[in-house]
T-cell receptor, first 110, second 111 residues
């Protein structure tokens, strides 16, 4: 079992709709969870992170964490074509090492 | 700040040649990471340093790979000899605390 699992997609969402990206992780001791966005040919860039169970909102983005289910999600409201990218879920072990999922490719359809 | 700086951005080399990738982390960051990204395996952590000391190199695939960090502002990842299966994007990243920032990557093609 991979440490961090994501559906590779592609996930297609109409412009203006909500895009929902999901991630599961295997290490129950994981403490911090991150979502990165990567445009084609570019480096990953941090969107947001979450430590506690529940929801965390930042603009159009909401991260959701359920440690009991070992599940993290990212919701993107009012999806825009510029949101088309690969979204990487990452899990931090201790305070140092970040393990990534293989990413979900998201396409926003105008 | 200029961010994490990597060089070269692109390299094409012949099988068997030595490849050296370079990285300058963000000033003040005490962690430095080397990742490799391929379509098949995604982003894999190769090695990371804390205060210039290698902490975990369990992701280094083979003895052909080596990494050094002689000071707080410079690190290298060396592949000798290179093989076609080493073709990938190699990212250097740095952090202070738990937010990791990536460089633009070094795109390596071994033919």
């Amino acid at each position: 079992q991979k440490e961090v699992e994501q559906n590779s997609g592609p996930l297609s969402v109409p412009e203006g709709a909500i895009a929902s990206l999901n991630c599961t992780y295997s290490d129950r001791g994981s403490q911090s969870f991150f979502w990165y966005r990567q445009y084609s040919g570019k480096s990953p860039e941090l969107i947001m992170f979450i430590y506690s169970n529940g929801d965390k909102e930042d603009g159009r983005f909401t991260a959701q964490l359920n440690k009991a289910s070992q599940y993290v999600s990212l919701l993107i409201r009012d999806s825009q074509p510029s949101d088309s990218a690969t979204y990487l879920c990452a899990v931090m072990h201790g305070n140092e090492k970040l393990t990534f999922g293989t990413g979900t490719r998201l396409t926003i359809i105008p | 700040d200029a961010g994490v700086i990597q060089s070269p951005r692109h390299e094409v080399t012949e099988m068997g040649q030595e490849v050296t990738l370079r990285c300058k982390p963000i000033s003040g960051h005490d962690y430095l990471f080397w990742y490799r990204q391929t379509m098949m395996r995604g982003l894999e952590l190769l090695i990371y340093f804390n205060n210039n000391v290698p902490i975990d190199d369990s992701g280094m695939p083979e003895d052909r790979f080596s990494a050094k960090m002689p000071n707080a502002s410079f690190s290298t990842l060396k592949i000798q000899p290179s093989e076609p299966r080493d073709s990938a994007v190699y990212f250097c990243a740095s952090s202070q605390g738990n937010t990791i920032y990536f460089g633009e990557g070094s795109w390596l093609t071994v033919v």
